[in-house]
Structure formats: structure tokens, C-alpha cells
């Protein structure tokens, strides 16, 4: 995959689109990376790989040793494949393309990126993006997604028909695919009156500061006095009890909270960071914390514990990840498939736009009786 960088990438649109001036002090703030990342990166390589490969490509898939990335990219290069299959019954040649790079630079300059699944097939455009994060996307109105889309009208109209864009997000490891479609007016309109503007300002630095739920892949999160304004808005209800604040209010701040919590978390990890690297807060001070003991040869203790008449292994079923790797999904599915039970979820509070049924209260003690 290409590791050239972009100055307005796709992937963070949505922040530099609601927030224009973000994009400036994130392009000169260091890039830290995270273990998340350097994960999600393996598995798009893997995903790519094995995509490749089953389309007749002669490629070496990276070494994997984790049993549910190997699950999670299997499942990806197979919902993959189905979209070749179907989009073959109607169009006899459908044109594949894997990894490829789209650039929107005729309404943002600086703005391109790597969509993982491209297929066109009579007058559908599809573009089809991995996330193996545990974090729920939504392909509706997916910023990252409608500028892929317009980099692949941009590079592809002059080429092919199609009229309409599927854009689809692939969780495999949340069982998450979700799919928007649009029309190619709509997306060139959208481009021309969203993201061209916003673009605009951001490469300049204007416009105006805007938190949100944008924030949250913001390199300059913690420090960012905006933020900071519109999380501690909540101050004004001085923190009332529940019974003393009305249904309005309470609804006010159940829609900031999650906010509110990641930005005080953040908080705390750069004050952290900063003590470690040497800062002195004058009311706060590193102390060493908690620790648990630690066998220093496990291997030792296995034979000593053994050689005592006892056994020191734990012995019990393994995962259902990991005895799906040991027995491969078919034998999975012929050996344990009536003993799988996928019991009811605990009730969550979640905003009413979310899409799943609304929990029935009534009907889950009658099943709980």
C-alpha cells in the first residue's frame, strides 16, 4: 500500500470538514501511531493479500500468528468475493481493482487515498472499505467513503457508465456491513458544496473551531481550547442530582457524555505523558503504582509443582476463535454448530437514532421468568 501522506486525508474528512482549522495543526503535529494502528494496517495487508490471491494473484500473504485476524480477513476477502460473484450474474466482465488509489484534488487539494475495493459493474459503482476496529462506522453519509467515491467518478466516469455509488463499511470483527447508496449527482453536488468550501479553508487555516464527535481522532485533542469549552458546558447544570434536573436536561447531557468522558480521559494521558517526560505539575506528582507478583520461571514452577504430585495447568475448552482455527469453519460448523448459543445482550442507553430494535421490557423479563 502506498505510504505517501495526504494533506487533507480522506480518512480524517469528517474532522477537517466540521473543524477547517484542525487540519493545519494536525499536519504540524507528530505522528504517534498506536498499536491499534499498526494492527489495523497488518490486516489490511493480510485482507489485500488474500484478496490477491484469490483472484489467481501469485502473492505471499504476511505472517499472522493472531487466530482472530486471520478469522477477521478471511471474512473480509470472503464477503469479497461474493460481491464479484454477484455483480458477475448481471455484468460479464465487472472491472476489480484492490488497494487502489483515489485522489480528489479538483475539490481539495492534497485530498487522496487508498480504497480498499473498487468494483464496477454496469451502472453501479462499488467501493467497499475495511475497519478492523471495534469502534462501530456507519456508512451513511461516510465523509472518508464520498471522497473516495468522487476520486473514483474523477478517474473512472470517462470510462464506464455507472450512474450510482455503493459505499459499504466491512466490520468482521464487530459482524458489522453497512451500505449507503448515492447517485453520481448527488456526490458531485455534495463536492462541490461541501467539501470544496471546506477545503478551501482548511488549507488556509480559516474558518472556525468546531468540537464534536470529530474530535476523536484529533491529534491536538487534549490541548484544544474549543473542546475544552464544549465539554465543560455541562458545568452550568453544577452537577446536579438527577431528581433536581428535567428530562430535557438530563437528555442534554446523556448526548455529551461520552464526549465529556473521552476528552477528561484524554486529559489525563497527556498530563501523564507530560510528567514522564519530565513536567512538573504543581499539584499533581508521579507515585509508583499498584503492582501484582509475577512468577519469574513459569517453566520452574511447572516442574516443581509437578514433581510435588500436583497439576499446574488449568485445563478448559478453548475459545470459540481459537477451536475455530484448530477445526477450520466447515468442521466448526459440522461438529459444533448446535451447541453455539448466542444469549441476549444486557440492555445499553443508547441515542434514539440508533438502528437496532428498541429494547422490549416486558418481553425480556417474561424470558428471563
Known sequence: MPDVHSNLPPSASKMWISCPPSAALNAKAPDTGSSYALAGTLAHSIGEAKIRQALGEDVTIPECADAEMDEATDLYRDFVLELIEAARASCRDPT??????????????????????????????????????????????????????????EAFSSLYEFTEVKMTIFQPRLNHCDTCTKTVEELLQWGNTVLKPAAALALAGEGEFCAGEHCRFCKVKQTCRKRAEYNLALARYDFAMPPELTDDEIEAILAKADDLTSWISDIKDYAMQQALSGKHWSQWKLVEGRSVRKYTDEAAVADAVTAAGFDPYEHKVLGLTAMTKLLGKRKFEELLGGLIHKPPGKPTLVPISDRRAEWNTAKNDFMED
Open 96 to 153: 476489480v481493482l484492490v488497494e487502489q488509489r483515489v485522489s480528489c484534488e479538483r475539490w481539495a487539494a492534497g485530498c487522496f487515498g487508498t480504497a480498499d475495493f473498487l468494483l464496477i459493474s454496469d451502472q453501479t459503482l462499488h467501493i467497499c472499505d475495511l475497519k478492523y476496529g471495534q469502534l462501530e462506522v456507519s456508512a451513511q453519509d461516510n465523509t472518508q467513503l464520498m471522497c473516495y467515491s468522487l476520486g473514483a467518478i
